[in-house]
Nanobody, 118 residues
């Protein structure tokens, strides 16, 4: 059974940093794209960042330059380093995996809450 478990969320002041982790179990994702999404109360879930199996990274405009996505070579974990946090970054953050050749994300974690106080 595939599981993605996020950790590292919490309460932080504006300008601070957090590092989110997502651990995969049940299989490895070394050839798949791994990503982070977030959803704030009353808003739709939005893309935050993605890292492909070749290491290429993509970011939403709102986080580019502040967040960094990375992954371990074994495809068992993905990370999101979040710096210069803003109140508008407050959301529940989810990791997800998109299998090679597919356009949708098949695996999702339960999320970890990030709250940024201004």
């Amino acid at each position: 059974q595939v599981q993605l478990v996020e950790s590292g969320g919490g309460l932080v002041q504006a300008g601070g940093s957090l590092r989110l982790s997502c651990a995969a179990s049940g299989r490895t994702f070394s050839t798949d794209a791994m990503a982070w999404f977030r959803q704030a109360p009353g808003k739709e879930r939005e893309f935050v960042a993605r890292i492909n199996d070749n290491g290429n990274t993509y970011y939403s405009y709102s986080v580019k330059g502040r967040f960094t996505i990375s992954r371990d070579d074994a495809g068992k974990a993905v990370y999101l380093q979040m710096n210069s946090l803003k109140a508008e970054d407050t959301a529940r953050y989810y990791c997800a995996v998109r299998a090679t050749g597919l356009t949708s994300y098949a695996y999702w974690g339960q999320g970890t809450q990030v709250t940024v106080s201004s």
